[in-house]
């Protein structure tokens, strides 16, 4: 067997809708299965989410719409200062530059501001409030961030200036008290779409400004919307979709540069470019310096300007993975020595000296190591504070069980998956052992188990082209569309091998018999070793359409694998003891001695590993091995005690090596000829002198001189001959006796056998024994005597 490192969960779609979609829209029943798995269960919903002709609602159904969008323009006509107050992340700074853009074509005397990760934090602050102030602001507008500014809303206030808070994270108990509030989730909303990235708000308050859709302000929108890992359905579809299609196209120059920079090709654009590519840039800046630099880059209009900008963004980034690599090596180190993972349900670490800026990336690393909730932790020594990125799994609520800890977190805020805030030093032990609390009563031990959600269990007859160019209509992917994942159970490997520079990657070829597909398994190059040549393997993946030198064929991206039965691994022809060790893979095994004076060398060379010794089938049956990984170390005595051993029992493998140190397989076994041969001899020479002239003899054959003496000791057995000092006479026969009444020859013709079905059978042959004992119904005693 071969365990799946997660739970695979096959998503149960209701058949006659599905058939009845695929039907309509003249889909295959894979893709309609798919759009009903994601809530779009009719024709009219399916439709534009494929094809396309999605509407964007109007702006105006957004409360406080209507109020924002009169004081923006009495601002405008009046040429009154405004002030864009983003964010630094990549949702932050999409937010900034759409409005910006927005507000400098119509008109306004606009600046932005966006707070120092480092300095500030997160979030309006009441010092960048009385700046503004200072300069003659009359007008903030806050983009991406605001909703748990309640203290700032009083200062502006107080400093007579108007307020209107953009923002889509969740909304606390107490809402700013500001001139408007511009927010999809507020809890008397009405408009039809509540999952808005911050920039997706900010693409509305344009919308409503312009008096129609900012097409030219998509491909800002979508950077933000994919970046920030929102719902990629209703607006956010439209949005990423449009947006990346505008992409490929731009002429933004500072796209274009960071694209140029980056190496990538405007072209190939989609939402994966966003995610790996352009939002790490964009972050990476907000991370370690000043985001506003990246807002520079999207709004300059020199090119020149925008080269170096990109370079820059460039450079940060490579630092910024730098940095995480070797932050990410000390939390790994803390939580094995300080928090382990079965003792915490919810892991929270944190240092002085790690850069604040990274720890989210941190987290999720440990999100993906662990599968736990994480919080990870800059400490600020001087200041007695400690800020910090969260990140979840599904069964625990960020947001919601932060707000039970609200009295030790003046300030915090995110999502159910995310969130960041800063505390006292002194309460993060309170913190971790209270969340550690919430958890214990909300989860439970399954839900520690990553879960890998599938969209369908198929076959490889159902994947050609046609199939997977229907799949790619529902990109993009993203939350809530996520890449479509199939499994294929129980089907046969054709190729294995692992591939990369450090073989790493595991590539295999799947087939039915009549149909076979590619699969490729970035980072499990190490289940190579795992597999065995002739199991039925079941896989779970995304499906692509691989692209080389003008072929095109389907490809499954795997990522996960298992197999349901038990696996035979040979190893066979170990040459030594200490061998067998060097030539398994790592993991726990339990390890069957059965001739004694193998027993000293292996529990030498395997020294920590479990070792069974079993010399009679008494001990073979008693032995556990349900479950277990079993090496045959060395030859049994005979069929019948593996039988014993294995009769009424399933290991998950059993790797054979047999080791023998010497073999006598390969000499001559004497047929009934060779004894009525060597027998007429010695009658025309009795007596024969074989200590002298046994091995001349054996030459002359063409046997060994142990053919000779094994012959001979058959007929000492059979009272043909007597032995004595050398010497062999015949004897005149008292009856007529059998050669199979020898106890040597019995034993002789026996153990040929065993090396002839155990040692060097083929690996076929040696299976097929293997599963006729450990199929075989315990009470079906004659056919195993059969076999035996």
Wanted: aromatic share 8%; charged share 25%; hydrophobic share 40%.
């Amino acid at each position: 067997m071969l365990n799946s490192r997660t739970r695979w969960i096959v998503r149960e779609s209701n058949e006659s809708t599905a058939n009845k979609l695929a039907a309509e829209l003249n889909i295959s029943h894979l893709v309609s299965s798919m759009l009903v798995n994601r809530g779009l269960d009719t024709v009219e919903a399916a439709r534009p989410f494929l094809f396309g002709g999605e509407k964007f609602h109007d702006p105006f159904m957004l409360k406080g719409m209507d109020l924002a969008v009169s004081r923006i323009k009495r601002a405008i006509d009046s040429q009154e200062p405004v002030l864009i107050y983003g964010d630094y992340d990549a949702d932050g700074v999409s937010s900034t530059t759409v409005l910006m853009i927005t507000l400098q074509e119509l008109g306004s005397n606009v600046g932005y501001y966006i707070p120092d990760r480092f300095t500030e934090g997160y979030g309006p602050n009441e010092a960048a409030f009385r700046k503004a102030a200072e300069n003659g602001v009359k007008l903030i507008i806050t983009v991406d961030t605001g909703i748990s500014g309640v203290h700032e809303a009083e200062v502006a206030r107080e400093l007579g200036i108007d307020l209107i808070i953009t923002d889509h994270h969740e909304p606390g108990p107490v809402l700013p008290d500001a001139l408007a509030i511009i927010h999809p989730k507020l809890p008397d909303s009405i408009y039809p779409f509540r999952d808005l990235a911050g920039v997706g708000v900010a693409f509305k308050l344009a919308h409503a400004l312009y008096g129609q859709v900012p097409d030219h302000l998509l491909e800002i929108a979508a950077i933000g919307t994919i970046a920030d890992l929102v719902s990629l359905k209703g607006e956010n579809r439209l949005i990423a979709k449009a947006g990346i299609d505008r992409l490929k196209v731009t002429e933004n120059i500072g796209i274009k540069a960071i694209l140029k920079c980056a190496g990538v090709n405007p072209a190939a654009i989609n939402e994966e470019t966003i995610g790996f590519t352009l939002a790490p840039r964009i972050n990476a800046v907000g991370r370690l310096e000043h985001a506003s630099i990246a807002v520079k880059l999207l709004l300059t209009e020199d090119k020149t300007e925008a080269e170096v900008l990109a370079q820059e963004m460039d450079g940060l980034n490579r630092e910024r993975q730098a940095i995480v690599q070797e932050i990410t090596e000390e939390a790994v180190h803390q939580v094995e020595r300080d928090f382990p993972p079965d003792a915490n349900k919810v892991l929270v670490v944190g240092k002085e000296g790690w850069n604040a800026g990274v720890i989210g990336i941190v987290a999720s690393r440990l999100v993906e190591k662990y599968y736990r909730p994480v919080i990870v932790l800059s400490f600020d020594m001087e200041k007695g504070l400690a800020k910090g990125s969260a990140r979840s799994i599904p069964g625990f609520d960020l947001f919601k069980n932060l707000s039970e800890c609200r009295d030790i977190l003046p300030h915090f805020g995110g999502h159910p998956m995310a969130a960041g805030m800063t505390l006292k030093l002194e309460d993060v032990d309170g913190l971790r052992f209270r969340l550690n609390d919430l958890a214990a009563g909300q989860m439970r031990d399954e839900d520690f188990i990553p879960v890998l959600q599938l969209d369908a269990e198929i076959s490889i007859s159902e994947v050609d082209l046609s199939v997977l160019e229907e799949v790619l209509l529902l990109a993009p992917f993203g939350v809530d569309n996520p890449k479509p994942k199939i499994s294929i159970e129980d089907v046969s490997i054709s190729t294995l091998r692992r591939i990369g520079s450090d073989s790493s990657h595991l590539k295999m070829t799947l087939s039915n018999g009549e149909a076979s597909l590619d699969g490729i398994g970035f980072g499990l190059g190490q289940l190579a070793d795992h597999i065995s040549p002739s199991s039925k393997i079941s896989v779970a993946g995304e499906l692509s359409i691989n692209e080389w030198n003008n072929i095109r064929k389907p490809q499954l991206m795997l990522q996960d694998l298992a197999i349901r039965n038990w696996q035979l691994f040979d190893y066979r022809g170990a040459r030594t003891i200490s061998a067998i060790n060097g030539k398994l893979p790592d993991g726990k095994k339990t390890f069957i001695v059965f001739d004694k004076k193998n027993l000293a060398e292996v529990e030498l060379q395997l020294r920590g590993n479990d070792i069974l010794h079993i010399r009679t089938g008494e001990e073979a049956r008693a032995a556990r091995i349900d479950g277990e990984s079993i090496v045959f170390v060395d030859l049994p005595p005979s069929k019948e005690v593996i039988a014993d051993l294995l009769d009424g029992k399933m290991p998950d493998r059993i790797y054979a090596v047999f080791y023998q140190e010497t073999s006598d397989f390969f000499s001559t076994m004497p047929n009934r000829d060779h004894f009525k041969w060597y027998y007429a001899f010695l009658l025309k020479n009795s007596p024969f002198d074989i200590g002298r002239y046994g091995s001349q003899l054996a030459r002359k054959k063409g046997w060994t001189k142990e053919t000779i003496d094994f012959m001979s000791e058959v007929f000492f057995e059979l009272e043909f001959v007597t032995i004595k000092n050398g010497l062999i006479s015949v004897l005149k026969p008292t009856s007529k006796r059998d050669l199979t009444e020898s106890v040597a020859y019995q034993k002789k013709h026996a153990h040929f056998a065993l090396e002839r079905d155990l040692l060097y059978s083929s690996y076929e042959q040696l299976r097929s024994w293997f599963s006729e004992i450990l199929a075989e119904p315990v009470e079906n005693e004659e056919a195993l005597k059969e076999w035996i």
